[in-house]
């Protein structure tokens, strides 16, 4: 299952980090290789603790790692004030909890914020708060307060406050955390624009089910450790792994083992098809 894209389309790629939080003695991250490349949908699946925020985190140089490399477009990281604002223009991170983000006072206030860094005129500011209000259907909240948000609403302005920035690579940590079912159906409509775009896109999420209908490559972390990866029809079909790490399969996975278990008279490609159907149907309910 494990496997990489050619250099010619990575963009974000880990050598062997490590990470320990201050204090800790016990590595949160630990011997980490992967690589994230360009037009890809990335999935990283894992218990609560195993490392995903954490992973995230470094991606955009919130944190550095005590050893191993992190590179951008083949550039090791530095460190460095400005270097990491160039960075963080190019990736992208958004938080489980959009008051951690927003800081503004009104929506395109808090929009506009991370612009105002980039040296841009006033009209180029004001031209592309425009059109991300109108993508991300934010034009009737522009000057709305934030507090005044649901929580929904905050999440999509968390979201636009970082695609303003017009970022090479995404990573959503839990994008559906706190959101009720109709929210989420907004997210997964949102999340289409944003491929639309040509974002890369890394989520960090719980439901297998998601991950199976929508990823292309799906990472999957055990208490620190890169367990295994691969893309979700590889990873998901090894069922007995992912039950002893705590996980699960999808549901659309614990159907195809159930029919083959009852010894059902269908062959390979009839179980294909009843899989990719479930898949469409799933992903049309949900956008």
């Known amino acids: 299952m494990d496997g990489c894209m050619s250099s010619e389309f ?12 201050p204090g800790s003695q016990q590595p949160t991250l ?36 005590q050893s191993g490399v992190i590179s951008w477009r083949g550039q090791p990281l530095q460190y460095k004030r400005r270097w990491l604002n160039q960075l963080r223009q190019k990736v992208g991170l958004v938080f489980p909890n959009p008051e951690q983000q927003l800081v503004a006072t009104t929506v395109s206030e808090d929009i506009s914020y991370g612009l105002c860094n980039l040296g841009l005129s006033t009209s180029e500011i004001a031209q592309r708060v425009r059109q991300i209000l109108a993508e991300f259907d934010l034009v009737g909240l522009a000057d709305f307060p ?9 999440k999509r302005v968390s979201i636009a406050d970082i695609m303003v920035l017009q970022p090479q690579l995404l990573f959503l940590d839990e994008p559906t955390a706190y959101l009720d079912s109709y929210q989420v159906t907004n997210f997964h ?4 624009q944003i491929q639309q775009r040509g974002t890369t896109v890394v989520i960090a999420t719980h439901n297998l089910d ?12 055990d ?23 705590g996980l699960g399969v999808p549901l659309v996975g614990d159907l195809i083992n159930w029919l083959q278990a009852e ?18 149907r799933y992903w049309r309910s949900n956008s």
């Open 210 to 221: 998601f991950v199976e209908a929508w990823a292309d490559w799906v990472l999957v972390l």
């Open 189 to 192: 409509c949102l999340l289409n």
């Open 10 to 21: 990575e963009l974000l790629e880990f050598d062997n980090v490590q990470y320990t939080y």
């Open 263 to 280: 010894n059902m008279a269908l062959s390979q490609p009839q179980l294909n098809q009843i899989q990719q159907q479930i898949r469409d």
């Open 146 to 154: 934030i507090n005044y948000l649901s929580l929904g609403q905050k």
């Open 223 to 245: 208490r620190g450790k890169l367990a295994f990866q691969g893309t979700p029809e590889a990873v998901f079909s090894q069922s007995q792994q992912l039950q002893d790490l």
């Open 30 to 65: 630990e011997n980490i290789t992967c690589q994230f490349g360009r037009y890809q949908r990335y999935a990283v699946i894992g218990r609560n603790g195993c490392g995903k925020t954490t992973l995230f985190r470094l991606a955009n140089g919130l944190y550095r790692p």
